[in-house]
C-alpha cells in the first residue's frame, strides 16, 4: 500500500493516501492515464511500452501524461518505446523515430531530421496531412488509397500502390539503407538517397501534381 502510494504522488494523483482506494470510475481520464503509468512503473522496468496513450484525451491533458511519461523515465532510468499516430507528441517527446507501414519499417531518424529532412514517400505523406500554419497551404494533403491487408500484402513496398513516386522496381522490398551516408537516418526506398538527388525529385513530382489538380486552362 505504501508503494501505491508512494506511485500515485509521483504521477501526480492528488491525495494519493486517499485516492488509492477509488475505483476506476472515480477517476478522469487523464487520472486514469496517469494510475497506468504508475502501475507500469511498479517493479522499475528497464522498458515501458507506451500504445497510444493519449488517445482520447484532449490537448491539456495529454500534454500533462506525456510529462508524466517524460519524468518518470527521468527518475527511473527508463527506456520508453511510445507507439503513436499523432506526429504532435513524436514532436513534443521523440529521440528517434522509426515510421512503420504495413508492418515493415520505413524510414529510421532523429525527431529533427523527421520533420525537416525526411526521406521516405510515406513519411512526406504524413507531413502534408498535418494541418499547415501561416497559410502555407489552403487544404490537408491527405494519402490517396486504403492501406493495405496484412494478410495479403502486395509484392514489395507495401506503401507503393499508394505512393506518388512508384516505378517498377517498388515490385521488390529495398534495403533500409544510409541517407546521405547518414547510419543515424536510415530509409526502404529506391528514391535517390542523396538528399538533393531526393529533393530534386520531390519537387519535378509535386509540380506535375499541381498541374494535374489544376485541370485544362480555362477549365
Known amino acids: 500500500m505504501k508503494r501505491a502510494v508512494e506511485l500515485l ?7 494519493p493516501d486517499r485516492r488509492v482506494n477509488d475505483y476506476p470510475h472515480q477517476f478522469s481520464g487523464g487520472m486514469r492515464q496517469r494510475a497506468m503509468i504508475a502501475m507500469a512503473m511498479a ?21 500533462q501524461v506525456l510529462r508524466v511519461i517524460r519524468r518518470m523515465q527521468e527518475m527511473f532510468g527508463t527506456a520508453v518505446i511510445l507507439i503513436t499516430h499523432d506526429l504532435g507528441v513524436i514532436a513534443e517527446v521523440a529521440d528517434e523515430v522509426l515510421v512503420m507501414y504495413g508492418g515493415k519499417v520505413m524510414e529510421r531518424t532523429d525527431r529533427r531530421t523527421l520533420f525537416y529532412a525526411s526521406h521516405h514517400p510515406y513519411t512526406e505523406g504524413l507531413l502534408q496531412s498535418m ?23 502486395p509484392p514489395g513496398c507495401p506503401f507503393a500502390p499508394r505512393c506518388i513516386y512508384v516505378m517498377d522496381r517498388c515490385k521488390t522490398m529495398p534495403a533500409l ?12 526506398c529506391w528514391l535517390p538517397h542523396t538528399q538533393a538527388d531526393r529533393e530534386a525529385v520531390r519537387r519535378r513530382v509535386a509540380h506535375v501534381e499541381l498541374a494535374r489538380s489544376a485541370g485544362p486552362a480555362g477549365a
Do not use: F, K, M
Not at 9 to 15: D, E, F, K, T, Y
Not at 177 to 188: E, K
Open 177 to 188: 539503407d544510409p541517407v546521405d551516408g547518414d547510419p543515424g537516418h536510415l530509409s526502404a
Open 43 to 63: 517493479l522499475n522496468p528497464a522498458l515501458l511500452i507506451a500504445d497510444e496513450p493519449t488517445t482520447a484525451l484532449d490537448v491539456t491533458v495529454q500534454a
Open 9 to 15: 504522488r509521483l504521477v501526480g494523483i492528488p491525495q
Open 131 to 153: 494541418p499547415a500554419y501561416g497559410g502555407e497551404r489552403e487544404r490537408l494533403r491527405p494519402i490517396a488509397g486504403q492501406p493495405p491487408s496484412l494478410l495479403s500484402p
